[in-house]
């Protein structure tokens, strides 16, 4: 809690943005807006060897509930004519990069894009301070416990963790957390993770996750 009020303070701090600024956008997006990669639901991860083909797979597995699995979400910013991405991911940590990186990051093997969507929060009052806050989050690595207070952070802990109040009420709520497949079985690779850095699997612990966040009642969606 500690580490929280200090980067709530930092990004209030920070926070240069006027409402001219907030309202900038590049393509119909706008700063802190939420950008979400998906899947497919009929598109199989199967036949990839790389960690990141394996890790999608899996979350898609365990949290995909429509015709798309939301395997990433990322926070957007628009500043000097440019659509930053600010996201955590296993290849970069926690980043901010353009736009045109986090796309090359998610393209997929056969040379297209991912499925992409972009929503909003139906309140955007505060959001430069929300996108402040996550830029305070750069440089720490990806958390592959999937567990809060760690300095580490996943791409729906980092939204989380981002979009808090003044008064330190997070917009997104936290679920239990559910790592197994549609046969309820928990797939290869979680076990191998959570065996190579000797944790237990935070199977019901709180936590988020793409799938979830995009169903949240406090975004609607945006053409782009």
Same mark, same amino acid.
């Given at each position: 809690m500690k580490h929280l009020m200090t980067v709530i303070a930092a990004a209030a701090i920070a926070c240069s943005c006027s409402p001219k600024n907030e309202v900038a956008e590049i393509n119909g997006i706008r700063t802190g807006d939420l950008v979400f990669a998906g899947l497919p639901y009929s598109y199989s991860l199967d036949h990839e060897n790389e960690t990141e083909g394996s890790?999608?797979?899996?979350?898609?597995?365990?949290?995909?509930?429509?015709?798309?699995?939301?395997?990433?979400?990322?926070?957007?910013?628009?500043? *000097? #004519?440019?659509?930053?991405?600010?996201?955590?991911?296993? +290849?970069?940590? !926690?980043?901010?990069?353009?736009?045109?990186? $986090?796309?090359?990051?998610?393209?997929?093997?056969?040379?297209?894009?991912?499925?992409?969507?972009?929503?909003?929060?139906?309140?955007?009052?505060?959001?430069?301070?929300?996108?402040?806050?996550?830029?305070?989050?750069?440089?720490?690595?990806?958390?592959?416990?999937?567990?809060?207070? *760690? #300095?580490?952070?996943?791409?729906?802990?980092?939204?989380? +963790?981002?979009? !808090?109040?003044?008064?330190?009420?997070?917009? $997104?709520?936290a679920i239990p957390m559910n790592f197994n497949g549609p046969d309820g079985e928990l797939p290869l690779y979680w076990r191998q993770i959570f065996e190579r850095i000797g944790e237990p699997v935070p199977s019901g612990e709180d936590g988020t996750n793409p799938n979830q966040m995009y169903t949240s009642p406090i975004l609607v969606p945006v053409a782009f």
């Open positions: 890790i999608a797979a899996a979350i898609a597995a365990a949290t995909a509930h429509d015709s798309v699995n939301y395997i990433h979400t990322a926070i957007a910013e628009v500043a *000097n #004519d440019t659509l930053w991405i600010i996201d955590a991911t296993l +290849a970069h940590g !926690v980043d901010r990069h353009p736009w045109e990186v $986090f796309i090359s990051d998610f393209t997929l093997k056969d040379g297209s894009e991912p499925i992409i969507r972009v929503r909003r929060l139906s309140d955007t009052t505060g959001v430069c301070s929300f996108v402040e806050a996550a830029k305070q989050y750069v440089g720490l690595p990806y958390d592959l416990s999937f567990r809060e207070g *760690n #300095d580490a952070y996943y791409c729906t802990e980092l939204v989380r +963790a981002s979009y !808090v109040t003044p008064e330190g009420e997070h917009l $997104f709520e």
